[in-house]
């Protein structure tokens, strides 16, 4: 019998492989989960939704019946802005307590398809907004683990389960990543569908994974996907790496700004071919453009609450960015989508000498629980549709994690994941 | 007592002013469009969930309360994939048979915001897919209304409603219309947000509307973007039309090619300074890439679907359009949409000329209840994001409606508007 220590911080990779090997069961691992989570949860508050009795049955009718899919057993938690057939969905709000979706979202079908057990619903920041949930760091409890995918983080960092899906408009699943110390994964804009999936502002949304492996971000991705799994490429050639000090570089920490510059330099040791490079302060544009972008969306794809619960809508929400985004004119909002399309192209242009880019992921997460500080640091890539991996591999002044983006172009999600564990391997 | 013969011809626009001016009761005009539909639904079957009592119901309440928003009293309806709180949404499959969703979609909600009664729920085809549902064409039973949002434009043309609500992915929206000789509307790609709208494709999905008049189009969007309405312009400067004969003009019936090259001479003739030019055969291949991008995005769509009531899909979209996606790799999939990207640009460029464009709508609607014929006459405006309007201006051989589509640049469709009256004056 192997112990609940060693299970709870194996990889889904290495849970799928113990499953198959007969040395574990899928009760045995759901249950190591359960307790890790009994232990730990009065702190660290990640689950919306968690019954104990549900996913030790569900492990159970996976052991009885025939082995499936590459992620067998795999337990996972799912932001709870994502629709699940046999659990509660509440979006962060209190007007949707104990709603109940008809059928799982597309993510949460084809986890199941692929084996994994839906161990329960991930904290979210109310309407996966500016407003925090009740998950704090499992690192330092005075700390914000950052939203607004805080619970999907905050369990895979705690080892509660080995993946989990968030969801991303400006930096939601990148910036808990960083803050608490986990690979964080947002692919190609449009690449995973989102059918089921609660449109934040529609027009900028994705999925995205949290994980501890780059083997684990890379098979879940492919399932996300709907495609055959493929193993991280391992004969690379030399890489070009671009080192983007972007426009906002000097409102970052000055030990943030040090460990990235540290990092280039042990890339460039490794082997690889570092240039520098800049976002120009045109990009600054897109702090506005994001703002009425997803104010003017998120506004209208609440209309039905706004109608019916106004009141049960925090304030910070209600007279802040939905506000803003009724205010704000079609004629405003289609120039800064206009502004984001040219913008995205300019990043295209201004990545495409390099394989990958090497970025800020954030600061270390800062005390008190404002679940999204410097959202600057992530809309230029959200904005820009480009795949992005957050490495967890510095630590901030205050002992906190500190990660660091690698992007790439778009669609070329499995070159970034080689590159992502090339340099993670220079730079852990 | 106004007669309802005359009530049930009212536009949206006529009807919102008799209601206003106490000319009509919200109730008499429910009254009036609810014995239309008992007079003609054994034959058109434009329904899929209609409660006489509930309709009734919901008009009394709305004139015991204040008046408010421009559509106050408007009876509507929505296509079936449409989410609403108080009636079923079924998706046009036995799967979702009296599913009942928690909240209305963010479209619904707004029209109700703005005052507009939900009738009943529309009848789409399978999943707003290929499988045809029930519906007739309102002008010849032998004949398909036109698909997947049949129900809507059929109950348009049929005087059972002034307003629907339609989904396009190819040419859902403007194929119907034009078959059953009513105005539709596809809006620039993204300008209304589809939270609580089954995702059929994705990537490609839009909203879009079906009116008989102009005005009711352009209130209607307004509405539905979520912006304040505003009067459709009425001093244009001289227009510079641009009469587009595609790469698959001579697929078309000789009878549609006179009628659109007759439909171009009047326009000249009214005035407006008309240009030809084409779509080259590379738009050829945008019918590849949508039947790849569509089938690859809905197979991981209906993953749940699949995994726990396959044998209650069609065999038509089943053993078809979901087993070739399935079967699309990631890297054909994402060549297709780089294709898609590159010959957007180029369409962009090729409309940047021209304040309008005048475009196909299709054939006459053929015998039979094929929903989706002809669908590379919609593929490159749909992949193009460009907003359209169809205007029921023509008949064809068989006496049946052939509609001719308006188009203009993204963003501007508040001129195409405009255009589309005027157009619509000198070819009605």
């Not at 190609?188 to 994974?209: F, H, K, P, W």
């Not at 172009?409 to 340099?423: G, M």
Request: aromatic fraction near 8%.
């Amino acid at each position: 019998m192997v112990n609940d220590h060693l299970v709870i911080r194996w990889t889904a990779a290495e849970t799928a492989r113990a499953i198959e090997r007969g040395a574990v069961t899928c009760e045995q691992v759901t249950r190591a989960c359960l307790a890790r989570i009994d232990e730990r949860e009065p702190k660290v508050q990640a689950w919306q939704h968690l019954d104990p009795e549900q996913a030790v049955a569900a492990a159970r009718a996976l052991d009885r019946g025939a082995p499936r899919g590459p992620l067998f057993g795999v337990p996972f938690g799912a932001k709870d802005i994502i629709d699940s057939a046999d659990m509660p969905t509440e979006y962060g709000t209190p007007i949707h307590a104990g709603h109940r979706p008809a059928k799982d979202a597309a993510c949460i079908a084809l986890s199941r398809k692929a084996g994994a057990l839906l161990l329960g619903k991930t904290v979210t920041t109310e309407f996966a907004n500016i407003h925090p949930g009740k998950t704090r760091n499992p690192l330092d409890p005075a700390r914000t683990p950052g939203g607004s995918s805080s619970g999907s983080a905050a369990a895979v960092a705690d080892f509660m389960v080995p993946l989990a899906i968030g969801t991303q408009t400006t930096g939601s699943v990148t910036r808990p990543s960083s803050f608490c110390g986990v690979f964080g994964y947002r692919p190609t804009y449009g690449d995973m569908r989102t059918a089921g999936v609660m449109e934040a502002s529609g027009s900028l949304d994705t999925l995205g994974i949290m994980a501890r492996s780059i083997e684990d971000i890379a098979l879940y991705r492919d399932v996300l996907v709907g495609v055959r799994p493929e193993p991280v490429a391992a004969d690379l050639p030399a890489l070009h790496v671009g080192f983007c000090r972007p426009y906002y570089w000097s409102r970052l920490a000055a030990s943030t700004q040090n460990l990235l510059e540290e990092g280039a330099r042990r890339i460039a040791r490794g082997g690889m071919q570092v240039t520098d490079f800049a976002l120009d302060e045109e990009f600054r544009g897109l702090e506005q453009a994001h703002k009425l972008i997803s104010g003017f969306e998120m506004a209208r794809n609440l209309t039905w609450e706004l109608e019916h619960h106004a009141s049960r809508i925090s304030d910070q929400l209600r007279y802040g960015r939905l506000k803003d985004g009724l205010e704000c004119s079609y004629k405003t909002y289609s120039e800064m989508r206009a502004l984001c399309e040219r913008l995205r192209a300019k990043l295209h242009r201004v990545m495409e000498p390099y394989d990958v880019v090497l970025a800020p992921a954030g600061d270390e997460a800062p005390v008190g629980m404002d679940p999204v500080p410097h959202p600057w640091v992530y809309m230029a890539w959200t904005i820009g549709y480009v795949p992005t991996v957050t490495l967890p591999v510095f630590k901030g002044p205050s002992g906190m994690p500190v990660g660091v983006q690698v992007l790439a172009r778009r669609y070329d999600d499995r070159r970034l994941f080689a590159a992502a564990r090339r340099i993670y391997e220079l730079l852990k």
